[in-house]
């Protein structure tokens, strides 16, 4: 069970608009501390993506944007292409724990 | 900048898993940088398990501090992780990395698989 809390799987269609989520508490996520996002393409090591406070890798293009709000954070990708299949993780701090705590991740499909 | 894990890919349960992380074409010792090891079980999600900061500092997942030791030899560039007393559940793919000070895993290692078993 992860201390942050992602859906297992979304799905949408290529040019629709998904939005994945990650569920923290007051220790992480609504403590204030940056969440990070990475994708996961199948075979391959996590790559950065973005994180809530905006830093963005050059090369990743907007169609991705994230988001905080109390202690929650949403990645949403927008213009889907089957290139975003891919597992996505959410990553923060946890203050109660002392320790940097991943999403359980989710597994995006574009139909 | 390049990260590049190795070690023996099977470990006997109860003996000690040790891996290299070797840096190359870039800085290792910039005080802005910090290297740590993060596994990934077969099928599931990503686990951090520690970091080493240029000066040597460390941090554990608490989870594993009591098995866990991360190193860094700066003048060759590479930083190290060793678990003891392993067991099944330590069979994952490993993976070093480098983060900032708020976490962000920003270069990747391609990873390293260790199976634990007899």
């Known amino acids: 069970q992860s201390v942050l809390t992602q859906p297992p799987s979304v799905s949408g269609a290529p040019g629709q608009r998904v939005t994945i989520s990650c569920t923290g508490s007051n220790s992480n996520i609504g403590a204030g501390f940056d969440v990070h996002w990475y994708q996961q393409l199948p075979g391959t090591a996590p790559k950065f993506l973005i994180s809530?406070?905006?830093t963005r890798p050059s090369g990743v293009p907007d169609r991705f944007s994230a988001s905080k709000s109390a202690t929650s954070a949403s990645l949403a990708i927008t213009g889907l292409q089957t290139a975003d299949e891919a597992d996505y993780y959410c990553?923060?701090?946890?203050?109660?724990?002392?320790?940097?705590?991943f999403g359980g991740g989710t597994k995006l499909t574009v139909l | 900048l390049q990260l590049e894990e190795s070690g023996p890919g099977l470990v006997k349960p109860s003996e000690t898993l040790s891996l290299t992380c070797s840096v190359s074409g870039g800085s290792f010792t910039s005080r802005t940088d910090y290297w740590g090891w993060v596994r990934q079980p077969p099928g599931k999600g990503l686990e951090w398990i520690g970091t080493v900061s240029y000066a040597g500092h460390t941090f554990y997942n608490p989870s594993l501090k009591s098995r866990v030791t991360i190193s860094l030899d700066t003048p060759k560039s590479q930083f190290f992780l060793k678990v003891t007393s392993v067991i099944a559940a330590d069979t994952a793919l490993y993976y070093c990395a480098r983060h900032d000070s708020v976490y962000l895993l920003d270069v990747w290692g391609q990873g390293t698989t260790v199976t634990v078993s007899s």
């Open positions: 809530t406070k905006g």
């Open positions: 990553q923060s701090y946890d203050s109660s724990l002392t320790a940097s705590i």
